[in-house]
């Protein structure tokens, strides 16, 4: 990661205008992500937005009144380079959270031991003061601690873990891999209070840092170039309908006056009228998932790039 700024503030409040609210989950341990996923977006369909490139997943949900966003990374742990891989492989999501995210949740399965000493060179890369306090560990498998609380099962463990709790001032939780709907949802009380915190403390900014710039520049860039397409393709589709419009009115005024003609120009107004609001709202519609659209494709993008870099690396 690179320098780093915090910037901008998050209105995290309802209403069709609210701000979204982007959180990334970073699988440590790769079996995680599912129970975090499940406990912050409750059932699947209602699910708003979905998207995926490699190991990247992007979901969009409206919970309790707060607009979340939420970018999943499962982390490559099955390789030798393994800070150099993550190096290469965070910038994958970068597209899905720019300009930046408000909260990182780190997912480490509870039952999970493998690996732990490759944690402490993952904490390597999230490890700047600015990056660290929008940081927070969720544990899963929570029936897996047999009634042990989180806080010995973390006393009992390694240094690595330790230091990686620490490293996110002290903010972690529990959940189950499986619960039911009410525990489901005191779970996610639980983790949306440590991510309130978090915003508390950082006074609702998010991070970002030199990279997360430049490609949320990229982004509003390519979405200018789809507003000012969506733009002409509605004054085109608007003239054409007006054109329509007039043309049959001319045609109506060289009848007599009568009740039926009345009826009929008065029909061709609601038809335009009707005609109008589809075109607006259809184009409002493809404006709305420009976003997302662009999303995908600069992480496409991203993705290619860096496979080519590694292929490139490899004939050397």
């Known amino acids: 990661m690179c320098d780093v700024l915090l910037a901008g503030a998050c209105d995290v409040g309802g ?10 989950i970073i699988d440590l341990t790769g079996d995680g992500t599912h129970a975090a996923l499940n406990t912050l977006l409750g059932r699947e369909d209602e699910l708003e937005y979905e998207s995926e490139i490699g190991e990247c997943t992007k979901r969009s949900c409206v919970r309790d009144g707060r607009r979340l966003a939420l970018t999943e990374w499962t982390l490559p742990l099955d390789t030798e380079d393994i800070e150099e891989k993550c190096l290469q492989e965070c910038y994958k999501f970068i597209p899905f959270c720019a300009p930046g995210p408000h909260a990182i949740l780190l997912v480490l399965n509870v039952r999970q031991t493998e690996g732990m000493e490759r944690i402490a060179s993952i904490n390597k890369l999230f490890n700047n003061e600015a990056l660290k306090s929008h940081r927070l560990v969720l544990f899963t498998g929570k029936e897996g601690l047999k009634g042990q609380t989180v806080h010995s099962y973390v006393q009992a463990s390694g240094a690595a873990l330790k230091d990686l709790i620490g490293g996110c001032g002290g903010r972690h939780c529990v959940v189950r891999s499986s619960a039911r709907a009410e525990e489901r949802a005191r779970e996610r009380s639980e983790v949306m209070a440590l991510i309130d915190i978090v915003l508390q403390l950082q006074g609702g900014a998010f991070y970002t840092d030199e990279d997360y710039r430049e490609i949320e520049g990229m982004l509003l860039k390519s979405l200018e170039v789809v507003k000012a397409r969506c733009n002409e393709e509605a004054k ?18 060289g009848e007599k006056d009568s009740a039926e003609k009345t009826k009929l120009m008065e029909a061709a107004r609601r038809e335009m009228s009707r005609k109008l609001r589809e075109s607006e709202r259809k184009h409002q519609t493809k404006l709305e998932g420009a976003r997302e659209a662009a999303e995908v494709n600069i992480a496409a993008a991203l993705c290619a790039s860096l496979e080519a870099a590694v292929a490139a690396e490899g004939c050397q």
Do not use: N, T, W
């Open 15 to 24: 209403g069709p205008g609210m701000e979204e609210l982007r959180i990334v």
């Open 236 to 253: 085109i589709e608007e003239k054409a309908i007006h054109r329509q419009y007039e043309a049959l009115m001319a045609d109506l005024e």
